[in-house]
């Protein structure tokens, strides 16, 4: 399952740097990309948040307590330890944090993984 959760993080997060026109979206159901087709599966709920400089995307499985994550910085996955209410999507889907895609190309944007409390690297 975890496999399944960071392949589909990253895919989505390759899909949103390819879609200038993307801002933020929370996506638990079937949802279009640029021209591409993402459905998360079962009980994931993905959110990503893009401008043209980068990404930032987090993960999470409404029945665990772990979520995942990456940005357009580094090629990292960073995980987090999170008490999860996954009673519903949209319960499940306030455990994300705020966190924002890059300003400028290359770098973190602020806040970010390194600086957001509990994140870890892989």
Known sequence: MKRSIRKACLILAICAAASGAYASQTINSTTSIGSLGFTPSNKVIVKVSSANTGYVTE???????????????????YWEDKAIDGSTAANAANSFDTLTAPSTSGAAGSPNFATTTGWASM
């Not at 409404?62 to 990292?76: A, L, P, Q």
Request: hydrophobic share 30%; proline share 0%.
């Open 59 to 77: 993960s999470l499985h409404m029945s665990g307590s772990r979520m995942f994550g990456t940005d357009s910085s580094k090629s990292v996955i």
